[in-house]
């Protein structure tokens, strides 16, 4: 794919020359940010998130006007020549330190932000794949995905597909996913509209922006995993040197041409932190050392498949017994001068009752979830398979601290049907689009693979992944993803492992810890949240939307 394979957004000259200011192409689905305030990046990639606009346009409707960004000074201030001269004396300095002391490390302090647009749902999770960068992709629950995008609704045909016997089907179930997601988002609407009326002491917009996230939460199972997103990345020279290695041993061509698209991107900030990308002896033996390596195990994979077992959602496969115990005296260790090993022999000895004393003091009086406890908790860690759709993975994939791993997006495990649907009387076309999917990503299989079949497979369908994190992470990511304005799905899942860790682990104390932990059914779950949002807009005097 290139560049001319993405739709080109219009812009003006006049946007044209200022965009050309601060970001590095006007024209193609991917760029570089230049030029600006770090607090101007993170607030672009944080209202990137929530928008259907691509980050140039945000950039010109909300941002480059804005007295307090100051893009007028900034720009008045740069010489025509200033970039490229910063860049020459970093590439100096970087090539001097790299030759006299082979300190590429160095690669780990510098950083860039990269806008990745037009991007389907399974390329942005090779995108997000590593630990070391931050992210933030375009939400499915903040914006409707019912009107098209260039004369075509929101999603990529794939470079095997495209021009092949299949095309024509692939863009006609496609085309009714989306159709089906824009004939049920009214119907919708109307249905919690009369389920959770509008209170006087809201405001419209309050109202209706929670009114939208619950329709968003119930629709986006129809979208399939074809459906484009844009994806911010803020990463060292380092991080993205590892991304685009993954991504050129990748088997789809669409992951593998984006990469050459960042590649090129990335080389008009920071060209020396990518050198070794594509040199044949070093990023290009790599890249083949991953490739084959993910070959061979999808060959062995293929020879130990047997029947799958009935299981539920989430499944706790792992854990410490001693857990509390290591905790308890991981907790002193910082407080005495013994050794580690004699320390917990000291705890093992203790009455329970001071045990959980000294993890409660550690644990100290939490006011807030993000009063968190320290390292203690990192001593010991959980184990979980689950089994769940597409669109909870999405959300819990973007945990970085934690080890995740998948396997492919399948229609073998089935699909979910929301509530809603079904109390709509609307599950019967529902299952039919889920069915017409099934079809298409069958016939993808048996000529292109199963990696191509993942395109046309809707979020709805069930995947099953794995979550290895420490009790310190268990804590942050339980408390947050379960907080009443959460997607109902991801809040399941992880009110169930809160569950295990107490009553299949037995570890009471740490469950304990996790005193935010929000086991509640929640109708409109996010109103609470617009309620405080709107408060805080009243006190900064900021003017609320129309709703």
């Not at 560049?3 to 193609?28: D, I, M, V, W």
């Not at 510098?110 to 960068?133: D, F, I, P, Y």
């Not at 991981?330 to 580690?340: E, G």
């Not at 184990?383 to 791993?405: A, E, M, N, P, S």
Request: contains cysteine.
């Amino acid at each position: 794919m290139t560049p001319e394979s993405y739709y080109r957004e219009p812009f003006t000259a006049s946007e044209s020359a200022l965009l050309g200011r601060f970001f590095t192409n006007t024209t193609g689905p991917v760029f570089a940010l230049v030029n600006l305030p770090e607090v101007v990046k993170g607030a672009l990639f944080a209202r990137y998130s929530r928008s259907p606009k691509s980050l140039r346009r945000l950039f010109l409707d909300e941002f480059s006007a804005a007295p307090e960004v100051g893009i007028d000074a900034i720009a008045s201030a740069l010489p025509p020549d200033d970039e490229t001269v910063r860049l020459a004396r970093a590439e100096d300095l970087y090539n001097k330190v790299f030759t006299q002391y082979g300190d590429d490390s160095v690669a780990q302090l510098g950083a860039m932000h990269l806008a990745c647009e037009q991007a389907s749902n399974v390329l942005t999770k090779v995108l997000e794949w590593g630990r070391l960068a931050s992210y933030l992709e375009q939400s499915t629950r903040y914006m409707f995905y019912d009107e098209p995008l260039g004369g075509r609704f929101r999603y990529m045909v794939p470079p095997e597909v495209r021009g092949g016997s299949l095309e024509a089907e692939f863009c006609a179930t496609l085309d009714g996913l989306f159709q089906t997601y824009q004939g049920l988002t009214r119907r919708l609407g109307a249905y919690y509209e009369s389920l959770f009326p509008k209170s006087e002491t809201d405001s419209n917009f309050v109202y209706r922006s929670t009114i939208r996230a619950r329709v968003c939460d119930d629709l986006r199972g129809l979208l399939p995993a074809a459906t484009i997103s844009n994806v911010g990345i803020h990463g060292s020279g380092q991080a993205y040197e590892m991304l685009l290695l993954r991504m050129r041993a990748h088997p789809l061509a669409e992951v593998r041409a984006y990469s050459d698209l960042m590649l090129t991107e990335l080389r008009k900030v920071a060209p020396a932190f990518l050198r070794r990308v594509d040199a044949p002896d070093r990023g290009g033996d790599w890249s083949r050392y991953l490739e084959e390596t993910a070959a061979t195990m999808h060959r062995l994979g293929a020879d130990h498949a047997s029947p799958i077992p009935e299981r539920p959602e989430v499944t706790l496969v792992e854990w410490d017994p001693d857990a509390e115990a290591k905790i308890a005296a991981a907790s002193l260790y910082a407080s005495t001068d013994l050794p580690d090993d004699t320390l917990l022999e000291t705890v093992r000895r203790l009455p329970a009752a001071d045990r959980e004393r000294l993890i409660g003091a550690y644990v100290g009086d939490r006011r807030n979830r993000r009063h968190k406890p320290g390292r203690a908790f990192e001593r010991v860690g959980y184990r979980f398979d689950i089994l769940c759709d597409y669109g909870i993975f999405r959300d819990l994939q973007r945990h970085r601290l934690l080890t995740i791993d998948w396997q492919r997006l399948g229609t073998h495990h089935g699909f979910v049907i929301p509530a809603a649907i079904e109390d709509l009387g609307e599950g019967g076309r529902w299952g039919e689009a889920m069915h017409g999917a099934a079809a298409l990503a069958a016939r993808l299989a048996a000529s292109f693979g199963p990696e191509i079949a993942q395109y046309a497979v809707p979020l709805a369908y069930r995947i099953r992944f794995v979550l290895q994190l420490n009790a310190r992470e268990a804590m942050h990511l339980i408390e947050l993803r379960t907080a009443a304005g959460g997607h109902p799905g991801y809040r399941r899942v992880c009110q169930e492992m809160h569950r295990l860790i107490r009553e299949q682990a037995g570890h009471h104390l740490i469950a304990d810890a996790m005193q935010f932990v929000d086991h509640s059914e929640s109708g409109l779950g996010r109103l609470d949240g617009e309620r405080k949002a709107a408060a805080r807009r009243a006190a900064a005097g900021i003017r609320e939307p129309e709703g």
